[in-house]
């Protein structure tokens, strides 16, 4: 891209995104929002508490998110700022967290310590319990393999090392946006909630 860019009138940014990027987006292989979700619902329909599917040392390492309308934004400058042409930047929600701290907040319901399991195994039988959520609740009538990738789930909750991205470039080049992560999960919660792609036991504050 760089050398089709060379005496060319056009210019191009191109952003990394930090950790998972999180938005209401179904079908896609890296959404990690309703894995978490429909893994939350089955656990509570099951009468389980929430574990976090992974080793411990996973659920105490630092962790961050993009959510996708601060990355939009991202792009929307990027587009318009003379300090963006041709460079590349980290992107970020700009926070850290660890799960062992955010996990208790995303459900209204029981946590347990985490045990390490593959969810690619643990909820491929689990499509019953789902399609009984989906008429009981009258939620929306996604199909089981549309609503979650375990699979990306599996490779976010098995990631034993701080994923952090240092945002100081395109801070200093003039994108000072940011954004709370646990705000990023509460605020996309409630959306799915009004469409109705999920039951009312994630928390939306």
Known sequence: MRERQKARSWSSTIFRPGGAICSVSLGTPMNLLSAIVVYAAICCELGLPLRFPSPDFVYRSLYQLTSAE??????????????????????????????????????????????????????????????????????????????????????????????????????????????????TFAALFEQMRGLKLMLANMRAS
């Open 70 to 183: 601060l990355l939009a934004r991202a792009s929307i400058w990027a587009g318009e700022s003379l300090d963006a042409r041709n460079e590349l930047f980290n992107v970020t929600n700009g926070d850290t967290f660890r799960w062992q701290h955010m996990w208790p907040h995303l459900a209204k319901m029981e946590t347990a310590e985490p045990v390490p399991f593959p969810l690619t195994v643990y909820m491929a039988d689990k499509e019953p319990v789902w399609d009984a959520i989906l008429k009981r609740e009258k939620l929306q009538p996604i199909p089981y393999e549309k609503m979650a990738s375990w699979d990306f789930g599996d490779f976010v909750f098995r990631q034993g090392f701080d994923n952090v991205s240092i945002t100081i470039k395109v801070r200093q080049a003039g994108f000072h946006d940011c954004i709370d992560s646990e705000a």
